[in-house]
Structures are given as C-alpha cells and as structure tokens.
C-alpha cells in the first residue's frame, strides 16, 4: 500500500470532522487535512496517536475505533460490537 495515496487524499479533506483511511490487515494509513498517521495493529500506541491527531481536526471518537476497522468496516454502524465493546 502506498502512503503517497493518503497524502493525496489529506489534502483534498475538509478542514474539520473527516478524515479517510486505508488499510490491509495489518498496516493503516489514516489522512488528516494536511497531516497522514500510520497505524501499525501490532502496536497500540500507534491507534492512540491517529486518534490524539483526530481529536485536533475534531473528529467524533465514536468514528475513530480504529483498531476495530481492521475486522470490521465502519464499527460504529454494527451495534452489537458496541454491545461487546462496553462488556469488555
């Protein structure tokens, strides 16, 4: 995957609220306006960080799970994780 994509894509974003992703199963690039975080699955702090960087462009934290997104697309659109999510 190549991280010269993301970087096209963060900026074409809108300033605030959004961002895109791409990943395989075990590399994700997320794109912030003007700003790419890579997040490595194998190591958590690096989810943490695309997140602290989202929360900077004000995206909902909801929309960020992103560890989830390398299973599911869109977590936040199946609520039986959320279920599971809250009991773990």
């Known amino acids: 995957m190549a991280p010269g994509i993301a970087f096209v894509l963060a900026d074409e974003l809108e300033p605030t609220g959004y961002y895109a992703r791409l990943n395989d199963t075990s590399i994700m690039f997320v794109a ?9 699955r194998s190591e958590p702090a690096s989810a943490e960080v695309a997140r602290a960087v989202g929360r900077l462009f004000l995206v909902e934290a909801s929309h960020m799970r992103f560890e989830e997104m390398f299973e599911l697309d869109h977590p936040e659109m199946h609520p039986d994780t959320d279920a599971e999510r809250d009991a773990g």
């Open 32 to 40: 912030y306006p003007g700003a790419v975080v890579r997040i490595d």
